[in-house]
């Protein structure tokens, strides 16, 4: 079958750095996508990775490992405004397949 | 601003009604996906068209239904409208199906509130 898997919930304090996973067991994989949402708002698109590694974009960094179908979200210098639910997303043979999201909860 | 537009942005109904909910994609956006996103609960993928045609099916009831017209808009429609449907109904668009071009675009969504 195909599976997402994210923390439902995390904490973390303004300034800090917070880490994301997202594991997956899909039947096909040309990519996986994190999208940022904040609550009654649309998702909006922050990263997408192909290949195995590290993509780095100002404070948001996204990892892949797609030999583990694993991948991490990688938030630093932690603003208030980051509060927000983050998807992870596989596409697979032609959908994406989302995962739960997790709600991330950034504290003064 | 994704460049996909829903209308309406809210809607109030009864339960037993049917309702239009209607979404147009982004400029040379072939493809459209409608979701529903009940409160405080993730993305439900409903259904996908691409260039007019039924490419992918989700968690669709059979209550509800979809199509995407010649100019590339869509509709989704929804009927025999129970308390449940009440939710948040996003439509995305993406340039195609294949990979690489796959980034779904979201529109500001559709609330609809069933009394």
């Known amino acids: 079958g195909q599976n997402i898997d994210q923390p439902t919930e995390m904490t973390a304090t303004e300034g800090a750095i917070v880490q994301i996973n997202c594991t997956y067991q899909t039947s096909g994989f040309n990519g996986l996508f994190w999208y940022q949402q904040h609550a009654g708002e649309a998702p909006t698109f922050l990263s997408y990775?192909?290949l195995d590694g590290l993509e780095e974009k100002g404070r948001f960094s996204s990892f892949l490992s797609r030999s583990k179908g694993y991948s991490y979200l990688l938030l630093k210098e932690l603003q208030m405004k980051d509060s927000a639910s983050y998807l992870c997303?596989?596409?697979?043979?032609?959908?994406?397949?989302w995962g739960a999201g997790t709600k991330l909860i950034i504290k003064p | 601003d994704s460049g996909v537009t829903q209308t309406p942005k809210h809607l109030i109904t009864a339960t037993g009604q049917r309702v239009t909910l209607r979404c147009s994609p982004r400029?040379?956006?072939?493809?459209v996906y409608w979701y529903q996103q009940s409160l405080d609960q993730g993305l439900q993928f409903l259904i996908q068209?691409?260039?007019?045609?039924?490419?992918a099916k989700g968690n669709i009831l059979e209550r509800f239904s979809a199509q995407q017209f010649p100019d590339l808009h869509s509709e989704l429609n929804l009927s025999s409208l129970e308390l449940g449907d009440s939710a948040l109904y996003f439509c995305a668009s993406s340039v195609g199906t294949s990979v690489g071009s796959y980034e779904q675009y979201f529109g500001p969504g559709t609330r609809l509130t069933v009394t």
């Open positions: 990775n192909v």
């Open positions: 400029s040379g956006d072939l493809s």
């Open positions: 068209y691409y260039n007019g045609e039924e490419r």
């Open positions: 997303a596989v596409h697979s043979n032609y959908q994406l397949i």
